[in-house]
């Protein structure tokens, strides 16, 4: 069955250290999306990405970045880890461009920034 | 003003009875919107959908959506301890493609 993964389900990271997340679809979605979920603030959209080679930035997205280099993964760096980017991680992704196309996500990631 | 704002609860109903769940949105959120279901340490999961005005039903789930009042609700009925969970209203962002925006989410605790 075509599913979204993401690696490490959990990560304990110190502060200043660079952490790449991964998130893999086997469903051929074009579009990938990247959300933190913090208490008190529901999801927030990090970076996406509508086709190889095409990155945005969202609305949190300092201290972030992503590369798509094939149509099946967009991983999520954390240049240099700070304790405010404790959180979790949820990829998601969608096959059409329009409002009303379901995005499917992830398991999640749990990352904690000591 | 939050674009999408929910009342972070808990909702607490018998089991049996009908639970709702609200949520407004402002002007930058589109006329899509989407409740997901999340329990808890796990991902959110897709309930219901709806874009035009008036109620959508599927099995115990109704979604309503009054766009003059920007305003959307879920109605669970014959609520289950199986729903006791996590909702999250979400909406698209006007000119947005297919962003979208998550309010808080809704806890919802349904006791036998």
């Known amino acids: 069955d075509a599913e979204i993964t993401q690696?490490?389900?959990?990560?304990?990271?110190?502060?200043g250290r660079q952490v790449t997340l991964a998130c893999h679809q086997t469903w051929n979605h074009n579009n990938m999306f990247w959300y933190r979920q913090?208490?008190?603030?529901?999801?927030?959209l990090i970076h996406y990405s509508y086709g190889v080679h095409d990155t945005n930035k969202g609305e949190v997205s300092?201290?972030?970045?992503?590369s798509r280099s094939n149509t099946e993964d967009l991983p999520l760096t954390l240049e240099s880890a700070a304790s405010?980017?404790?959180?979790?991680?949820?990829?998601?992704?969608t096959a059409g461009t329009g409002t009303s196309d379901t995005q499917y996500f992830g398991p999640g990631t749990r990352l904690t920034v000591l | 003003q939050k674009e999408v704002e929910q009342n972070s609860g808990p909702l607490s109903v018998p089991e049996g009875a009908i639970a709702s769940l609200n949520c407004t949105y402002s002007d930058r959120v589109s006329q899509s919107f989407f409740w997901y279901r999340q329990y808890s340490g796990k991902s959110p999961e897709l309930i219901m959908s709806i874009y035009s005005n008036g109620d959508k039903e599927d099995g115990r789930f109704t979604a309503q959506l009054n766009k003059a009042s920007q305003y959307v609700s879920l109605l669970i009925r014959d609520s289950q301890p199986s729903d006791s969970a996590t909702y999250l209203c979400a909406g698209g962002?006007?000119?947005?493609?297919?962003?979208?925006?998550f309010g808080a989410g809704t806890r919802l605790a349904v006791h036998p």
């Open chain 1, 7 to 15: 690696s490490p389900r959990h990560k304990i990271t110190e502060t």
């Open chain 1, 38 to 44: 913090d208490l008190g603030h529901g999801l927030r």
């Open chain 1, 62 to 66: 300092d201290g972030y970045s992503v």
């Open chain 1, 84 to 93: 405010s980017q404790t959180s979790v991680y949820f990829c998601a992704s």
């Open chain 2, 93 to 101: 962002l006007a000119g947005g493609y297919n962003k979208l925006i």
